[in-house]
């Protein structure tokens, strides 16, 4: 059996806080090249934050925790605490983002084309005829039909899953070895959210690349996944594999999750609910179980004090005193 592939990316700690207050805590774990993470939760449980917090694109935030990146020359860099000029050589180049709106990720100012030629330019270093050729094969390389036409033209112009094909051109300009996909299919329907989810899968294959995934949609994350982390309230609540946490959860958030999923089955006999309550916010998380209050298992010592993540298999984890009760 091969040994398994050196970490690209390993985190221990890392915290994120906005103004003194704290959003996300004490998050760890390690990708390896060819491999996909996916960070699931409802909106608000800090994925996003985590996933960004990586390319250092918070304004104003403050980070703690390591993030060690392993470069392509082999050196080892700290993502969270490298200087502005050392991080311009990793960002776009060795770490790439795909954003949750495509929209807003294009300069309507200029076509598709100019886009992509001006980053390959500045990523590359690649000279004028270099940029204009580049500027049609990205687009290609992507599923983008008719490409030399569609590089002529302005975000607006394209529909909504060709827009995000060309987020996915530019961030694969710098030949990045890790992507990280901030819920790019969000906003698209489903059958083009799957055609993206499918090209994801087909450049990964290709290139090898690491893959940082973060949905809400647990259907496509079965799909994309190796492993899974579920945040909750700006803690990891359970991490394991994906196809094991996807089947059998040790975390009643988990399970919560996927039953909210829809059964599309004809004989399905219960509709998929919604999980009771609220989230606790920032600010206001509890100093015991931060699920508590919505959990069907809760107990008295749930409310004692803080729950630490707790081995719940062979790696498995899972922030709960009652994991093997979870259904």
């Known amino acids: ?49 985590v996933a960004l917090a990586l390319a250092r694109l918070h304004a104003g935030a403050d980070t703690g925790g390591e993030a060690r990146f392993r470069r392509a020359d082999g050196t080892e860099v700290d993502l969270l605490s490298i200087g502005a000029r050392d991080l311009r050589t990793v960002r776009g180049r060795e770490i790439a983002v795909v954003f949750q709106d495509a929209t807003a990720a294009l300069d309507p100012l200029f076509t598709v084309g100019d886009q992509v030629a001006e980053t390959l330019r500045h990523l590359r270093g690649a000279g004028r005829a270099a940029a204009r050729a580049g500027a049609v094969e990205l687009p290609a390389r992507v599923g983008i039909p008719d490409p030399a036409r569609r590089a002529g033209e302005y975000p607006h112009q ?20 890790l992507l990280v996909a901030d819920e790019p299919t969000s906003a698209l329907d489903v059958t083009i959210a799957a055609e993206v989810v499918d090209l994801l899968l087909a450049l990964q294959a290709e290139a090898g690349m690491a893959m940082l995934f973060v ?26 594999a994906a196809e094991e946490v996807l089947a059998a959860p040790r975390h009643p958030y988990t399970r919560a999750l996927l039953d909210c999923v829809p059964d599309v089955h004809p004989d399905a006999p219960v509709a998929a609910g919604g999980i009771p309550g609220r989230m606790p916010t920032p600010g206001g998380w509890p100093l015991h179980c931060r699920f508590a209050d919505r959990c069907p298992l809760a107990v008295p010592a749930c409310r004692e004090g803080p729950v630490p993540l707790l081995d719940a298999g062979p790696d498995r984890r899972s922030r709960c005193l009652r994991w093997a009760e979870v259904a």
């Not at 394209?158 to 070895?177: D, F, H, I, K």
């Open 158 to 177: 394209l529909s909504g899953g060709m827009r995000q094909r060309a987020t996915v051109a530019l961030a694969l300009a710098g030949g990045p070895r």
């Open 215 to 240: 949905s809400h949609d647990l259907g496509l994350v079965a799909r994309l996944a190796h492993r899974v982390l579920v945040l909750y309230a700006g803690q990891v609540v359970e991490d394991g």
């Open 1 to 49: 059996m091969d040994a398994p592939a050196a970490p690209l990316l390993r985190t221990r700690g890392l915290s994120v806080a906005f103004g003194g207050v704290p959003v996300v805590e004490d998050v760890a774990f390690d990708l390896a090249p060819g491999r996909t993470l996916a960070l699931v939760g409802e909106s608000g449980s800090g994925k996003s934050t």
